[in-house]
Nanobody, 124 residues
């Protein structure tokens, strides 16, 4: 079982930056794929970015490509999402997710473990 705890959300002006963190505990992550999803008000949960813990392969949603960077720290068992050039449409609750023995998937049902979420609000 993996427990995930997100942090780092907040209020930022458009064009600003935030870094989200997701601390994982319970198991080592070498056999997991990790991802960030987000849910904006009135919208469905959507894939933002994913990373395979074993080899660092990454994937991004077209809407964040070039602005967001996903990374991991093996020593800290922590996942990060560096968000730059933020836009009001990035406003959402951001969730960290973990998938056991599978590649990066954009479908939220592929992930077995979820954090509680952290709010990101971008003002115009």
């Amino acid at each position: 079982q993996v427990q995930l705890v997100e942090s780092g959300g907040g209020l930022v002006q458009a064009g600003g930056s935030l870094r989200l963190s997701c601390a994982a505990s319970g198991r080592t992550l070498s056999t997991y794929t990790m991802a960030w999803f987000r849910r904006a008000p009135g919208k469905e949960r959507e894939f933002v970015s994913g990373i395979m813990w074993s080899d660092g392969r990454t994937a991004y949603a077209p809407s964040v490509e070039g602005r967001f960077t996903i990374s991991r720290d093996n020593s800290k068992n922590t996942l990060y999402l560096q968000m730059n050039s933020l836009k009001p449409e990035d406003t959402a609750v951001y969730y960290c997710a973990a998938r056991y023995l599978g590649g990066i998937s954009v479908a939220f049902i592929s992930y077995e473990h979820w954090g509680q979420g952290t709010q990101v609000t971008v003002s115009s």
